[in-house]
């Protein structure tokens, strides 16, 4: 992804109503061994997730790893008293179970990123018993500028990821799709958008929005990720997934 979309991310990170629904739901989610459990944002962005961790697990030991130097530093300015380690999620530069948690956020659609050995890497330094959450960008149909602008190689199906998921030794405790109301607007927009797609000055969806409808937006996907914990969303232009070691 480039600087400039990186700069991006984080001025509407923080507020943005799909960052704030993924946030929630991640955060309650990690189901953390003790107080002090050592938890990896194996693609932090620019630590807006982390952030939200640190505040909820304030004893976790947290480490926070990017590819991009940019995303770090603007990591570190949070001052969330975490490591920060630049690499890559396909080559984790981490020894084997060193963490009760792994994060993977919209990491393993990149280009440059082998999908299988990253999701390898992750059951490697994840300790016995140990948790992955992951978030991943749903259904090729949903294709658009938006994919262009953010260096994203590929979507995924809940049988590819599942596929994945199992050929890497972890055991799914819970996989739904999610943002299912507004499927149908936002293929509508995409769709639109493909033939900007190739063009040099292509940007991302990413950008402030009209508080009201901000809010709504929120609790629409707050809603429907509570309901996902019990129930199985059938589709969504989002997947979320819970698994174990």
Known sequence: MSVAEIDTMRSVEDDLWWYRGLRRHVVQ??????????????????????????AAFPQATLTAMDFGERALELTGQR???AQLVQGSTDALPFGDAEF???????VIVLHGIDDAK??????????????LIMNVAAFDFLRGSHDAATNMARRYTR??????????GLRVERMTYWNMSLTPAVAAVRWASRAKAQQPDVRSDLKPMWPPLNAALAAIAHTELAVSRSISLPFGTSLFTVARK
């Open 118 to 131: 990253a999701i390898r890497e992750m059951h490697r330094v994840l300790r016995p018993g140990g948790q």
């Open 100 to 106: 009760d948690v792994v994060l993977s956020l919209d």
């Open 29 to 54: 989610s990690i189901a953390a061994p003790h107080p002090a459990f050592k938890l990896l944002d194996a693609g932090c962005g620019t630590g807006g997730m982390l952030a939200h961790v640190r």
């Open 159 to 168: 049988p590819k990821l599942a596929h994945l998921m199992a050929k890497a």
């Open 79 to 81: 001052g969330l008293d």
